[in-house]
């Protein structure tokens, strides 16, 4: 199933293979995802779904196939290089202990946007946390915040200076009923301004909520793909994944 033929196609993964000292940890993994879109990953551990966005970040670089964004071959293109395109959240936020949420979300500016002053860059970092409504939270240490308030802050920087992707490891463990809808509110924001989002999440039910089509693997290989309800539908899912992915 393509992406949203109305939509700019955003990532193309294609034919990608990564193999570590004659172990696959993927294989053959081909899928495509449109600006504006929520694109699910979904296997149990050890499918590969960390080794695909490391991937797409530049941590790794595929064995075989290729990586592109917005029509452009990134194989080869440096993490630095990436990084204003690409935008990551992780399931154990990233964020320094010592700094509050708004220097927080500013360490991504100092990185993607050095031209920008000091008091260009807070300002766009507050600008963001209030579009996320996380406007309380702006001038408070994140080691005095919950996890789930951490996870929001990640998730707020990683889409700060709008990138053409994001990134989003597990976002939903630990979260709160409460945080859970704003996460999804957060996520929503993000596809407003034509950002595609990648989402690894155990949580079928939140992601079966906020993506509309996915992609299962399995030990590396593709397994299924479509949208989520087909994805969830499907007897090999069904027999083989359901009681690991839920």
Partial sequence: MPPPAHRDLCLKVEDVSKHFQGLSAL???SFEVAAGEVFALVGP??????????????????SSG??????????AMPIHRR??????AFQVARLVPDLTAAENVMVRL??????????????AALDQLRAFELSEHADQRVDTLSIGQL???????AGVGDPLLVLLD????GLTDAELLHLAAVIRKLQERNIAIVIVEHNIEFVSAVASRGLVLDSGRPIVMGAMADILADQRVQTAYFGALT
Avoid: H, W, Y
């Fill in 27 to 29: 294989q053959d993994v």
């Fill in 45 to 62: 551990n050890g499918a590969g779904k960390s080794t695909l966005f490391n991937l797409v970040s530049g941590l790794l670089e595929p």
């Fill in 66 to 75: 290729t990586i592109a964004l917005a029509g452009r071959n990134i194989n």
């Fill in 83 to 88: 990084a204003p395109l690409i935008g990551r």
């Fill in 110 to 123: 100092d990185q993607i946007a050095a031209q920008m002053s000091e008091g260009e860059r807070r300002a």
């Fill in 151 to 157: 996870k929001l802050i990640d998730l707020a920087r």
């Fill in 170 to 173: 597990e976002p939903a463990v």
